[in-house]
């Protein structure tokens, strides 16, 4: 089965740009879908497809893929944009599962 | 409004089963794609299960023979069947609608979550 792989922590200065990858052989047939988590809540999609953003998620959110890795970037960081990032992406070995990334951590200094 | 709601979580002792149960509002599971994704404490999420609005079923190789995924469609909810349960199945379960196209595939909304703790 596929995987995904991201960055554990990443760390950015209040007001700055930010992106986060996502790697992984099924992003070669599929695009990332990237979800926030913030601490004891669930998860919430900010991404999803090529770069579209459901109602609600501010436009500084944007998506971005070329070859095996897509890219979440967030510009203009905000303090409650602090939280933890997961991508997602079908299983490209037609098994119909889905693949997470591992996650990563995001710091707003 | 579109929710999720989970419920059946709790504490079981390895070798036991669990139903999970998740109710849905302002859509139709049966016409959807629902997937269960579950979180161990202090790691990731991992896929658990999936299935259509066709009714087929898929599972994450880490839980398939022991864990059944269904629907009513009379009360719009969402069940997993949780059987020999172990420690490493310890984690709060979402459930998620699940949204797939020719290119892509995502949850959106999910539920809040409910804990199930695999312990003697």
Request: glycine residues 10%; aromatic residues 10%; contains cysteine.
């Amino acid at each position: 089965s596929s995987e995904l792989t991201q960055d554990p922590a990443v760390s950015v200065a209040l007001g700055q740009t930010v992106r986060i990858t996502c790697q992984g052989d099924s992003l070669r047939s599929y695009y990332a879908s990237w979800y926030q988590q913030k601490p004891g809540q669930a998860p919430v999609l900010v991404i999803y497809g090529k770069n579209n953003r459901p109602s609600g998620i501010p436009d500084r959110f944007s998506g971005s893929s070329s070859g095996n890795t897509a890219s979440l970037t967030i510009t203009g960081a905000q303090a409650e944009d602090e939280a933890d990032y997961y991508c997602n992406s079908r299983d490209s070995s037609g098994n119909h599962h889905v693949v997470f990334g591992g996650g990563t951590k995001l710091t707003v200094l | 409004e579109v929710q999720l709601v989970e419920s059946g979580g709790g504490l079981i002792q390895p070798g036991g089963s669990l139903r999970l149960s998740c109710a849905a509002s302002g859509f139709t599971v049966s016409s959807n794609y629902m997937s269960w994704v579950r979180q161990a404490p202090g790691k990731g999420l991992e896929w658990v299960s999936v299935i259509y609005s066709g009714g087929s079923t898929y599972y994450a190789d880490s839980v398939k023979g022991r864990f059944t995924i269904s629907r009513d469609n009379s009360k719009n909810t969402l069940y997993l069947q949780m059987n020999s349960l172990r420690a490493e199945d310890t984690a709060v379960y979402y459930c998620a609608r699940d949204r797939i196209s020719r290119d892509h595939e995502w949850f959106d909304p999910w539920g809040q979550g409910t804990l199930v703790t695999v312990s003697s």
